[in-house]
């Protein structure tokens, strides 16, 4: 049985910082590539960060130089590192894992506001 569970999220003010992780069971953690999408109120999940199984990453436009994906294999988990939180970053985060088959997490809420 695939999990994949998020925790890490919360309240926090403007500017604030936050760390996700995601840790998964059930797959080969070390050949998926994982991701975390965020999906703010009223609105379509989007992808914020991917990382591959040789460690390349890629960021959405949006979080470019204030989040950080990462994982480490030896833990089955994937983490982002949130910093200079803005209120558009609200939402639910979602983690995914993904090779031939996706599988998602069940999200973990951030609010950031004052």
């Known amino acids: 049985q695939v999990q994949l569970v998020e925790s890490g999220g919360g309240l926090v003010q403007p500017g604030g910082s936050l760390r996700l992780s995601c840790a998964a069971s059930g797959i080969a953690f070390n050949i998926y590539t994982m991701a975390w999408y965020h999906q703010a109120p009223e609105k379509q999940r989007e992808l914020v960060a991917r990382?591959?199984?040789?460690?390349?990453?890629l960021y959405a436009d949006s979080v470019k130089g204030r989040f950080t994906i990462s994982r480490a294999n030896a833990k089955n988990t994937v983490y982002l590192q949130m910093n200079s939180l803005k209120p558009e970053d609200t939402g639910v985060y979602y983690c995914?894992?993904?090779?031939?088959?996706?599988?998602w997490g069940q999200g973990t809420q951030v609010t950031v506001s004052s």
């Open positions: 990382i591959t199984s040789g460690g390349s990453t």
């Open positions: 995914n894992a993904a090779v031939l088959t996706a599988y």
